[in-house]
């Protein structure tokens, strides 16, 4: 169909033309918008629009229910009954899917469904592209060169289901990537922002940053592996916590096969997993966080389920005061394990009540290291959850209070759960992006937090 047949058309159409038993519709209509730069010049910037139609078709069967799922992109008019057919046809050829639930029910109609999708442009950059303009005049001053990209996407989602739900969620998602080098290419320093419309971020104050950073790293010191103090700022606590909650589903847990396993059967819920006072929780109503209010899944997974779609998603703390509070579930897990249904989560906020930013923890440390940001997390054992990775662009030495130099990178092996029993203290809650899992996810709220013996496992050669 053209652009100019609106997504909830689309989607009744859809509707009507399905025979099956069940059959939910998501149209998801994407614009982007991007900037790139390198040696202090914009080298591209474009725009791009693009749409996608999700069928899910469910078959009522005697041995049970039956799930199709078709997803192109493009479709036209004449495209749309065959794809709805083709997702009844995968439903029927199918056996009975082991997560069928009924379709959530209920009236709830979004109030704009009707509406036009949202589009971004690149009008997104009307006043950040001037200050990175003067962010590169700065930089040239200062003898170094900036590198990275800004990009913004916005997707409107329409889901339709044969059972009445009619429900629209516009998401903004932008990030801001900044590196800084020296001019021979031995220093370098990174910086990064996740933002809704990049009207809270100003490239001049990261560039000031980076300048700081390239500094410190003017003196060179090489350190042995081993462990060490170690002040991680809330990039790196987000991509660890990212993939804490990735292992955290229910069903793994009570068939034990992960972290949040206990010993001898059932979960770790209850336990006490820090003596901070953390809560890491979701809240698709957080302020600059904002996420889908409702289940959106274009198919069934380990964490989510097609049947689960327009499911509302409510504020869920997963660690509370400390301690253990929930799993994720899905209906058909939530059932399966007895425990409440959490459907997955669009955004992870850790809060802990301190007050300290990271310049105010690296003031108060004797002896340790300040990080940057972590790289090429991979994962080495999912019963402790023992991650591998690299340290990049920049880890320092701190002496006295005082940043003293910048030393070798680490590849380090942790588990993000034994980092939280062994974390003496957690600084001021701010939004970041997390380096290493951007591209999936953004939304994120951090503190700082000191590890008072990180473990740092050998050298890298890594820059």
């Given at each position: 169909?053209?652009r100019?047949?609106?997504?909830?058309?689309?989607?009744e159409?859809?509707?009507?033309?399905?025979?099956?038993?069940?059959?939910?519709?998501?149209?998801?209509?994407?614009?982007?918008?991007?900037?790139?730069?390198?040696?202090?010049?914009?080298t591209?910037?474009?725009?791009?629009?693009?749409?996608?139609?999700?069928?899910?078709?469910?078959?009522?069967?005697?041995?049970?229910?039956?799930?199709g799922?078709?997803?192109?992109?493009?479709?036209?008019?004449?495209?749309?009954?065959?794809?709805?057919?083709?997702?009844?046809?995968?439903?029927?050829?199918?056996g009975?899917?082991?997560?069928?639930?009924?379709?959530?029910?209920?009236?709830?109609?979004?109030?704009?469904?009707t509406?036009?999708?949202?589009e971004?442009?690149?009008?997104?950059?009307?006043?950040?592209?001037?200050a990175?303009?003067?962010?590169?005049?700065?930089?040239?001053?200062?003898?170094?060169?900036?590198?990275?990209?800004?990009?913004?996407?916005?997707?409107?989602?329409?889901?339709?289901?044969?059972?009445?739900?009619?429900?629209?969620?516009?998401q903004?998602?932008?990030?801001?990537?900044?590196?800084?080098?020296?001019?021979?290419?031995?220093?370098?320093?990174?910086?990064?922002?996740?933002?809704?419309?990049?009207?809270?971020?100003d490239?001049t104050?990261?560039?000031?940053?980076?300048?700081?950073?390239l500094?410190?790293?003017?003196?060179?010191?090489?350190?042995?592996?081993?462990?060490?103090?170690?002040?991680l700022?809330?990039?790196?606590?987000?991509?660890?916590?990212?993939?804490?909650?990735?292992?955290?589903?229910?069903?793994?847990?009570?068939?034990?096969?992960?972290?949040f396993?206990?010993?001898?059967?059932?979960?770790?819920?209850?336990?006490?997993?820090?003596?901070?006072?953390?809560?890491?929780?979701?809240?698709p109503?957080?302020?600059?966080?904002?996420?889908?209010?409702?289940?959106?899944?274009?198919?069934?997974?380990?964490?989510?389920?097609?049947?689960?779609?327009?499911?509302?998603?409510?504020?869920?703390?997963?660690?509370?005061?400390?301690e253990?509070?929930?799993?994720?579930?899905?209906?058909?897990t939530?059932?399966?394990?007895?425990?409440?249904?959490?459907?997955?989560?669009?955004?992870?906020?850790?809060?802990?009540?301190?007050?300290?930013?990271?310049?105010?923890?690296?003031?108060?440390?004797?002896?340790?290291?300040?990080?940057?940001?972590l790289?090429?997390?991979?994962?080495?054992?999912?019963?402790?959850?023992?991650?591998?990775?690299?340290?990049?662009?920049?880890?320092?030495?701190?002496?006295?209070?005082?940043?003293?130099?910048?030393?070798?990178?680490?590849?380090?092996?942790?588990?993000?759960?034994?980092?939280?029993?062994?974390?003496?203290?957690?600084?001021?809650?701010?939004?970041?992006l997390?380096?290493?899992?951007?591209?999936?996810?953004?939304r994120?709220?951090?503190?700082?937090?000191?590890?008072?013996?990180?473990?740092?496992?050998?050298?890298?050669?890594?820059?």
């Open positions: 169909m053209s100019s047949t609106k997504p909830h058309e689309i989607v159409r859809a509707l009507e033309l399905s025979t099956a038993d069940g059959c939910v519709v998501i149209a998801d209509e994407e614009s982007s918008a991007n900037l790139r730069w390198a040696g202090n010049a914009l591209t910037n474009g725009v791009t629009r693009g749409r996608t139609l999700t069928v899910i078709a469910t078959v009522d069967g005697k041995e049970g229910t039956a799930s799922v078709v997803s192109r992109s493009a479709v036209t008019a004449d495209d749309l009954e065959p794809l709805v057919r083709a997702a009844e046809a995968a439903a029927r050829g199918a009975p899917a082991e997560d069928a639930q009924p379709l959530v029910t209920g009236t709830p109609v979004s109030p704009d469904f509406d036009a999708p949202a971004t442009t690149s009008a997104v950059f009307a006043d950040f592209a001037p990175l303009g003067e962010a590169f005049a700065r930089a040239r001053a200062g003898g170094r060169e900036l590198y990275g990209f800004a990009n913004h996407e916005l997707v409107s989602t329409y889901v339709g289901t044969s059972t009445g739900l009619r429900l629209r969620h516009d903004p998602n932008g990030t801001l990537e900044l590196n800084a080098k020296s001019p021979d290419r031995q220093r370098s320093a990174w910086a990064g922002r996740a933002t809704r419309d990049f009207k809270d971020v490239p104050v990261l560039d000031a940053e980076l300048a700081v950073r500094g410190w790293a003017e003196r060179k010191i090489d350190l042995p592996a081993g462990r060490y103090e170690t002040l700022p809330p990039t790196a606590v987000a991509d660890l916590l990212i993939y804490q909650m990735w292992s955290a589903s229910a069903r793994d847990a009570v068939e034990g096969r992960t972290v396993s206990k010993p001898g059967g059932g979960t770790r819920l209850g336990e006490r997993l820090t003596e901070l006072p953390l809560t890491l929780r979701s809240d109503h957080a302020p600059g966080l904002e996420s889908a209010p409702f289940v959106i899944a274009h198919s069934s997974g380990d964490d989510a389920s097609a049947f689960d779609n327009g499911l509302p998603v409510p504020v869920t703390e997963w660690i509370r005061e400390g253990l509070a929930r799993l994720s579930t899905t209906r058909h939530a059932g399966l394990t007895g425990l409440p249904v959490s459907p997955g989560f669009g955004n992870l906020i850790l809060d802990g009540g301190g007050e300290k930013s990271l310049d105010e923890m690296v003031a108060d440390t004797e002896r340790g290291l300040l990080l940057t940001c790289w090429y997390i991979r994962e080495v054992d999912p019963a402790t959850l023992l991650l591998t990775g690299l340290t990049r662009d920049g880890v320092y030495l701190v002496e006295n209070g005082q940043v003293v130099g910048e030393v070798n990178n680490f590849r380090f092996n942790e588990s993000p759960v034994d980092l939280l029993s062994r974390a003496s203290e957690a600084g001021r809650t701010e939004k970041t997390p380096r290493e899992w951007s591209d999936w996810f953004t994120a709220a951090m503190p700082p937090v000191r590890i008072p013996d990180f473990n740092m496992s050998s050298v890298s050669k890594g820059v």
